[in-house]
């Protein structure tokens, strides 16, 4: 998507080989006419799907939940992290351990908010090695709602994630795809690689 890549080219700062800072207007200040955009390109990208429900996690997820929960008339939901696993039995919950920060946290999602039969689409802001997003599959598993797609704003393709969803056999779409970071510049890759 032409405008986010625009964006990250513009106000993105590479951090290192692996990571992007987009805090100028995804991760900490967040820029809503490109939220709406982001939105209604998710809203095309998984027309015909019968969404009837987004699935994200806190935080940097919701922005752009709900901008594409706008143009598909459904609610979002957003799963919890907490450090601790606290069981409970009102809760779907399941553990993500994230590579990049070296934390694991519970995730969790109360039942009634996750009701069966619904058709989940999956939202996030990054997509790395998929943990994340394998974590709300299988909350959407767990309350026996289908998962009918994942949408990643930003995804990293020289990181496992893609690769993983995949396999696992989910349509992912990701509206920026970056292949590498190289001496501070970011290649994108073409959307057929
Ligand atoms: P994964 O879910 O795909 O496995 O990714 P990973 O665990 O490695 O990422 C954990 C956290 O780090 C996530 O945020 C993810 O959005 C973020 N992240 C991963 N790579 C990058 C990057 O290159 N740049 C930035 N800015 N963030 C990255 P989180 O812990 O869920 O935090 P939040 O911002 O959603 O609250």
Known sequence: MLLLKEK??????????SILKVD??????????LMMELGREFSQRFAGKNVTKILTIESSGIAVALTT??????????????????M??????????????????NVSVLKKFLP?????????DFLANGEAAMGLAELVRQAGSRVVGIGIVIEKSFQPGRRRLLEA?????????????????????????
């Open 24 to 33: 100028a207007f995804l991760n900490h200040q967040i820029d809503p006419e």
């Open 116 to 124: 069966p039969n619904e058709n989940i689409l999956i939202l996030d």
């Open 169 to 193: 056999g989910y349509q992912v779409e990701a509206l920026a795809r970056i292949k590498a970071f190289e001496n501070g510049r970011i290649l994108f890759a073409d959307d057929n690689e």
């Open 8 to 17: 990250i080219i513009n106000e993105g700062v590479v951090v290192n080989n």
């Open 88 to 105: 409970n039995e009102n809760s779907y919950s399941t553990q993500v351990f994230s590579f990049t920060k070296n934390t694991t946290n």
């Open 69 to 86: 929960a706008l143009f598909f008339h459904v609610p979002v939901v957003f799963a919890r992290k907490q450090k601790s696993s606290i």
